[in-house]
């Protein structure tokens, strides 16, 4: 399927993964931690990004990686957006 021995080595999980980290960090320190709907909203969809590259990594197949990077992408999106909502 690819050169990857795990989702861990792919570059675009890597930056997911600080991603996620950071918006945890932002979510403790900042107003935010006090929206709970949206602090825990922008938490799982930024930590969904990572987990969807890993999952379709982990399926074995090229169709099923790219289905789930388009899922990715689609977190990706959501998570900008409500980073939008709270500036």
Same mark, same amino acid.
């Given at each position: 399927?690819? @050169?990857?021995? &795990?989702?861990?080595?792919?570059? $675009?999980?890597?930056?997911?993964?600080?991603?996620?980290?950071?918006? #945890?960090?932002?979510?403790?320190?900042?107003?935010?931690?006090?929206?709970?709907?949206?602090?825990?909203?922008?938490?799982? @969809?930024?930590? &969904?990004?990572?987990?969807?590259? $890993?999952?379709?990594?982990?399926?074995?197949?090229?169709?099923?990686? #790219?289905?789930?990077?388009?899922?990715?992408?689609?977190?990706?999106?959501?998570?900008?957006?409500?980073?939008?909502?709270?500036?």
């Amino acid at each position: 399927m690819s @050169s990857w021995n &795990s989702f861990e080595e792919i570059e $675009a999980w890597q930056l997911a993964h600080d991603f996620y980290t950071t918006i #945890i960090s932002i979510s403790d320190k900042t107003d935010l931690k006090a929206d709970f709907s949206l602090r825990d909203q922008i938490n799982h @969809s930024s930590g &969904s990004i990572m987990d969807n590259i $890993a999952e379709g990594f982990e399926r074995g197949g090229n169709k099923e990686f #790219i289905y789930f990077l388009s899922i990715a992408k689609g977190s990706a999106g959501e998570a900008r957006s409500q980073r939008i909502q709270n500036p």
